[in-house]
């Protein structure tokens, strides 16, 4: 499986700024994901992106919040941008697996706390 | 109703318990069935994947589908105090994209 680098691990921000988190794979991959967990709650997927194309937001989620990059086959950071203490989370990336049964696999995570 | 149900527990289990973990779910789209395994304060580690019905045997861990029943279930035999941590069910249908449950947190005491 595909060794899944984040940074910054964890982060305290002031309300009103922004933070992007960086995710770098060791192998090229096709679709990336972002997703947020907050405290004592399982995943919410924030968006897809993949390289060369914009990245898809689910509902609930809007580009100009969570503005994400994907220069390339290995890298993708997301911006949570103009932050609120509700945006306090931790915020995970993965990547899709090789196999065909849509495993993924994710990073270690960045947990932001915003005062 | 969320798609995918998941009991949060906490389920506390002896060491060397067998321990059962089930989540069921509502959309028959679903194909692909997983569980992760979450310790506190790091990213979820995929420990099973299946595709069909019936059991899949790993070491310690079984997971089990069934889709006429649409209930998943992970099985830990002789548990250990290290595999206290949070469970997450996940599934996908024929997109990209997976549902996970809330998650139960497990603990094993010894």
């Known amino acids: 499986s595909a060794v899944i680098s984040q940074k910054p691990s964890r982060d305290i921000c002031q309300r009103g700024t922004s933070l992007t988190i960086q995710c770098q794979v060791d192998?090229?991959?096709?679709?990336m994901f972002w997703y947020r967990q907050q405290p004592g709650q399982s995943l919410t997927l924030i968006a897809t992106?993949?390289?060369?194309?914009?990245?898809?937001?689910e509902s609930g989620f809007v580009i100009d919040k969570f503005p994400i990059s994907r220069p390339n086959l290995t890298f993708s950071t997301l911006t949570v941008s103009n932050m609120s203490p509700e945006d306090s989370s931790i915020y995970l990336c993965?990547?899709?697996?090789?196999?065909?049964?849509?495993?993924?696999?994710f990073g270690p995570g960045t947990r932001l706390t915003v005062t | 109703q969320k798609e995918v149900e998941q009991d949060p527990g906490p389920l506390s289990v002896p060491e060397g318990a067998i321990v059962s973990l089930n989540c069921t779910y509502s959309?028959?789209?679903?194909?692909?069935f997983m569980w992760y395994r979450q310790y506190s304060r790091k990213g979820p580690e995929l420990l099973m994947y299946?595709?069909?019905?019936g059991n899949k045997e790993d070491g310690r861990f079984t997971a089990q589908v069934d889709k006429s029943s649409k209930y998943i279930s992970l099985f830990i035999r002789d548990s250990q105090p290290s595999d206290s941590a949070t469970y997450l069910c996940?599934?996908?249908?024929?997109?990209?994209?997976?549902?996970f449950g809330g998650g139960t947190r497990l603990m094993v005491k010894p």
């Open positions: 993965s990547v899709e697996g090789e196999g065909a049964f849509q495993e993924q696999y």
């Open positions: 192998s090229q991959v096709t679709m």
């Open positions: 992106a993949n390289q060369g194309s914009e990245a898809t937001y």
């Open positions: 959309n028959s789209a679903f194909q692909y």
């Open positions: 299946t595709y069909s019905s």
């Open positions: 996940a599934m996908g249908d024929a997109g990209n994209m997976l549902t």
